[in-house]
T-cell receptor, first 117, second 109 residues
Framework: GAVVSQHPSRVICKSGTSVKIECRSL??????MFWYRQFPKQSLMLMAT?????????EQGVEKDKFLINHASLTLSTLTVTSAHPEDSSFYIC?????????????FGQGTRLTVV | GIQVEQSPPDLILQEGANSTLRCNFS?????LQWFHQNPWGQLINLFY???GTKQNGRLSATTVATERYSLLYISSSQTTDSGVYFC???????????FGQGTTLQVKP
């Protein structure tokens, strides 16, 4: 299977600061990556689609100025939570699909648990 | 948008028992995946199964695309099978996965 690595796995930050989360596809290229958010005891909700070399597309209700996404290479997407507040505390998880195949199987990173204090 | 419903929401089994988890979806799909989320939050890929039947050890899955459902079978369950099982579908050729609410499985020794 394909490997997606996400870093950091856990972060605690002060209210008002920004946090950057990295998502890397280690053994394949990914033109498209996805960012999800999961609250405790709930399912995963898609936040945005990260497109290599172009702007991300955000799902309805997701603030693009708060959740900045950059996809500068075929193996790396970053999510920056800007001016974080306690309500942004959540589990963030990324996924990637292989470029250039008809198989759209998604592979997920380990997730990042963000706590804003 | 497409709706994904999983049942049952919770399931408690004795070690060694078999179980069937169900995923219903409201529209045609071009991707369906089953995942196991471990206690640390990692999503483990179980099956990529937009149609047909697959088996991997004690696990197997069947998707009947024409009837818009998929089943995940767990045989001879073990305590390490405990966790949340998610079904996720993609219908728009965009790669976006829509997740069901999950089935929380607890296997008791």
């Amino acid at each position: 299977g394909a490997v997606v690595s996400q870093h950091p796995s856990r972060v605690i930050c002060k209210s008002g600061t920004s946090v950057k989360i990295e998502c890397r596809s280690l053994d394949f290229q990914a033109t498209t990556m996805f960012w999800y958010r999961q609250f405790p005891k709930q399912s995963l909700m898609l936040m945005a689609t990260s497109n290599e070399g172009s702007k991300a597309t955000y799902e309805q209700g997701v603030e693009k100025d708060k959740f900045l996404i950059n996809h500068a290479s075929l193996t790396l997407s970053t999510l920056t939570v800007t001016s974080a507040h306690p309500e942004d505390s959540s589990f963030y998880i990324c996924s990637a699909i292989r470029t250039g195949t008809v198989n759209t199987e998604a592979f997920f990173g380990q997730g990042t648990r963000l706590t804003v204090v | 948008g497409i709706q994904v419903e999983q049942s049952p929401p919770d399931l408690i089994l004795q070690e060694g028992a078999n179980s069937t988890l169900r995923c219903n979806f409201s529209d045609s799909v071009n991707n369906l995946q089953w995942f196991h989320q471990n206690p640390w939050g990692q999503l483990i890929n179980l099956f990529y199964i937009p149609s047909g039947t697959k088996q991997n050890g004690r696990l197997s899955a069947t998707t009947v695309a024409t009837e818009r459902y998929s089943l995940l079978y767990i045989s001879s369950s073990q305590t390490t099978d405990s966790g949340v099982y998610f079904c996720a579908v993609e219908s728009s050729n965009t790669g976006k996965l829509i997740f069901g609410q999950g089935t929380t499985l607890q296997v008791k020794p």
